[in-house]
């Protein structure tokens, strides 16, 4: 599985992450992990399932106490995060890619 | 839901309100001029869309774009203001929304906080029930508190709403009893 964690600062509150696969079937694993961890270590983590191929969505920083969002993805599946300065947009300059 | 500029024909939005549950309609300006220069469109099908909308019961709220050393005035506030007291009712949300530079217009600055947060106390000053800041992450301004007694009811961060105590599941609030036009 490959992990990119993603560290929330004073300007950056809200991310998209989208996930590409040439072939969906032919995934081993659709789910995608998100761990919310806080400044104390103790974490949170939900599940969401990729359902298309260019599947996004929106990522917010829950409270001042979470430090970092930990993305946790299966090998075949290629990730874009975008940073967001406002949640009406749809953000097309790619933060990273991998 | 439906979130829009709301530029639509009065037949459009008559479907729209069949089919739709919750409208938020997004007032770039209540000016004339900006919306010619700025959107290439008209303000009255804007407002007279707002108003259909209000007056089909459905749930609404208002945002309005402040733009930095554009609409981020007083007068701009009040005009916005004037709207819902004069056409809508004071218990319509109004969110005084910050501008971020982007696209062809990045030579100014993002609104800054103050700004928005001196609209929303303008708002409430003159007797709106929910105003709020909009496009800020963190801060008092886009918390709900009762009407009456000032009890914290919503706490929000980014896009998390916690629901307090104080808010009752018939939008009462358990410190005073004032109901806070909320259905839960």
């Known amino acids: ?98 | 839901m439906f979130k829009s500029a709301y530029y639509l024909s009065e037949e459009a939005v008559k479907n729209i309100i069949e089919v739709c549950d919750i409208f938020a309609i997004s007032i770039k300006a209540m000016d004339e001029e900006y919306y010619k220069e700025f959107t290439k469109g008209t303000l009255p099908p804007v407002l007279k869309a707002a108003k259909l909308v209000y007056e089909s019961g459905k749930h609404l709220e208002i945002s309005n774009l402040v733009v930095t050393d554009l609409t981020n005035n007083e007068q701009s506030y009040n005009k916005m203001i004037d709207f819902i007291v004069d056409e809508l009712d004071c218990s319509v949300p109004l969110h005084f929304t910050r501008f971020h530079p982007d696209y062809k217009y990045t030579a100014v600055e993002k609104t800054p906080l103050e700004d928005v947060v001196n609209a929303v106390s303008l708002a409430k000053k003159r007797g709106l029930k929910h105003a709020y800041t909009g496009n800020v992450f963190a801060d008092d301004s886009i918390n709900t508190y009762c009407t009456e007694c000032g009890a914290l009811l919503v706490k929000r961060y980014g896009l998390t709403a916690t629901i307090q105590a104080n808010l009752k599941n018939d939008g009462t609030c358990a410190n005073c009893g004032c109901f806070n036009d909320f259905d839960l």
């Open chain 1, 1 to 98: 599985m490959k992990k990119y964690k993603f560290s929330w600062n004073d300007d950056i509150y809200l991310i998209h992450v989208q996930f590409d696969t040439n072939s969906l079937d032919a995934l081993e694993n659709k789910d995608i992990v998100l761990n919310r961890v806080f400044f104390d270590e103790n974490s949170e983590s939900e599940t969401k399932t990729i359902t298309n191929n260019g599947f996004r969505f929106i990522v917010s920083r829950s409270c001042p106490e979470e430090k970092y969002v930990e993305i946790i993805y299966d090998e075949n599946v290629y990730m874009k995060l975008f940073i967001i300065d406002d949640r009406a947009y749809y953000p097309t300059f790619t933060y990273y890619e991998g």
